[in-house]
């Protein structure tokens, strides 16, 4: 597939060429409209890669965006067509749809939930043109609507977590209080498994009440105002990204406790602001969920590029932060 990609880009190139030619005889200027493009003007032998965002949700997101957008730049390359889907799938699906019709040579984004990609994906199939999954992945029977999957294992990560607070935190009966991701999402049904599996075991360990709130810092808030009215007596806030656990330490603090004393917060991302309230002692624990997916994005597509293959499942390396850990690593962080 990929060298019939490189092939197509070859013609569509020369092409190209040849209407540049006929428009500066004719004294037309060449200029068009089209999707937010960051790395240059498609020409040339560029590989034009079309990317759909779910967002710019959190911290996290807002990282992983920057390291997309830093990686697959003209001076590497590539021709990169943006888009943010504001967190809605009709979004994310009518973004491929044009990269589809304007034929991009690579097709890469992070689903906003799991399910509902079988009938758009197939249209990329059949348009040949490769897809990679980024971050999150996709609920299909047909592993061959893509070409590979790059991303945590989300599931790992609650574990994690989940083995942290039934070790650590469980060594006496606690309440447990979960701050889900956007429903439906892969992170959000994984982490949750995750921390389940972990903590079953442990008859201490009580999750009492578990709502999403969409990965954001202020539903993080308000469902934590919600779970604090319902519940006096929370011992841990188990939130799935940090800007949830973050939001959750807003309320927490409103309601005249302690986070990090009177209530526990247990997150996963590992973003700046994440490990800033876990230097200083608002959060227990954090497990990474890596953010900067931009640079092996940009090596996937080269080596598809040049008929290479790749696995078809790529496990990003995470980390785990307590507080000395986190004070270690600031100084330095990326993001």
């Known amino acids: 597939m990929a060298s019939t990609t490189f092939h197509k880009r070859a013609i569509t190139a020369g092409l190209a060429a040849l209407v540049l030619g006929l428009s500066a005889c004719a004294g037309g200027d060449g200029d068009s409209g089209g999707d937010e493009t960051a790395g240059g003007d498609g020409g040339g032998d560029l590989i034009s890669v079309g990317f759909a965002q779910v967002g710019a949700e959190s911290g996290w997101r807002t990282a992983n965006t920057t390291s997309i957008k830093d990686s697959l730049t003209k001076e590497e390359g590539f021709d990169l067509k943006f888009s943010d889907a504001q967190q809605k799938q009709e979004n994310q699906i009518q973004a491929i749809r044009s990269y589809i019709a304007q ?5 890469a984004f992070s689903p906003v939930v799991e399910s509902g990609w079988d009938a ?24 061959s609507l893509y070409v590979t999957f790059i991303g945590s294992d989300f599931v790992e990560e609650g574990r994690r977590i989940g083995k942290y607070v039934s070790d650590t935190l469980a060594t006496e009966p606690i309440k447990v209080v979960e701050l889900q991701g956007t429903t439906g999402s892969a992170p959000a049904i994984d982490r949750k498994t995750g921390f389940e599996e972990a903590t079953k075991d442990n008859p201490n360990v009580e999750i009492i009440a578990s709502q999403t709130g969409n990965f954001t810092r202020a539903e993080g808030k308000t469902v934590m105002e919600g779970f604090l009215q319902a519940y006096p007596d929370i011992d841990v806030v188990y939130a799935h ?16 406790k302690k ?15 994440g490990m800033q309230a876990l230097a200083d002692g608002k959060i227990t624990y954090i497990v990474e969920c890596n953010p900067l997916l931009g640079p092996d994005l940009a090596e996937i597509i080269k080596t598809l590029d040049s008929g290479g293959t790749v696995e078809k499942r790529i496990v990003t390396k995470d980390e785990e932060f307590d507080q ?12």
């Open 103 to 107: 034929g991009v040579d690579y097709i």
């Open 324 to 335: 000395a850990a986190a004070q270690e690593a600031l100084p330095n962080r990326q993001y």
């Open 241 to 256: 990204n940090d800007d949830m656990g973050l939001g959750a330490i807003e309320a927490i603090e409103a309601a005249g």
């Open 120 to 143: 758009v994906l197939e249209e990329a199939k059949t348009a040949n043109i490769p897809v990679i999954l980024t971050d999150r992945a996709v609920d299909t029977e047909d592993e």
């Open 259 to 273: 986070p990090g004393e009177d209530i526990k917060v247990v997150t996963i991302d590992g973003v700046k602001d």
